[in-house]
C-alpha cells in the first residue's frame, strides 16, 4: 500500500487545527504539504483554514482571555458542525465572527 498522497475534505478537517498551528508533533513535513495542497484545490478548506487562524488570533487577544477555553470548545464545535455536511461544506467567516461577539 502506498502512503496518502492526498487528502480529502474530512481528512483536512480531521486536522485542521494541528494544521493551523503547524504543530511538528501533530504532523510531518509530508502530512503539512498534503494538507497545504488541498487547501490550494480546496477553496472550501482554505477558508476554513483562514477562519480557524482568524479565531485564533482574536483568541490570543487581549480582549478574550477571559474565557477562552470554553469560548475554544464551542468554537470548535460551530465549526465543525458548520463545516462537515454531507458533501457540501457550508461556512461563512462572517456568521462565525458575529457568533463569536455574541459571547
Ligand atoms: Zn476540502
Known amino acids: ?3 496518502i498522497e492526498s487528502a480529502d475534505c474530512k481528512e483536512f478537517f480531521d486536522r485542521l ?4 498551528d503547524g504543530d511538528q ?9 498534503i494538507l497545504e495542497q488541498h487547501a490550494v ?4 478548506c482554505a477558508d ?6 482568524h479565531l485564533r ?3 490570543r487577544s487581549a480582549c ?3 474565557a477562552p477555553e ?3 470548545a464551542k468554537l470548535h464545535a460551530r465549526l465543525e458542525e458548520i463545516s462537515i455536511s454531507d458533501d457540501q461544506v457550508s461556512f461563512s467567516s462572517s456568521e462565525t465572527v458575529v457568533y463569536l461577539r455574541d459571547n
Not at 25 to 33: F, I, P, T, V
Not at 48 to 53: K, M, S, Y
Request: net charge negative; proline share 0%; hydrophobic share 35%.
Open 1 to 3: 500500500m502506498s502512503e
Open 17 to 20: 487545527y494541528e494544521f493551523v
Open 25 to 33: 508533533g501533530a504532523l510531518d513535513q509530508k502530512q503539512l504539504s
Open 41 to 44: 484545490e480546496c477553496s472550501h
Open 48 to 53: 476554513a483554514a483562514d477562519v480557524e487562524r
Open 57 to 59: 488570533q482574536l483568541l
Open 64 to 66: 478574550m482571555n477571559r
Open 70 to 72: 470554553g469560548l475554544r
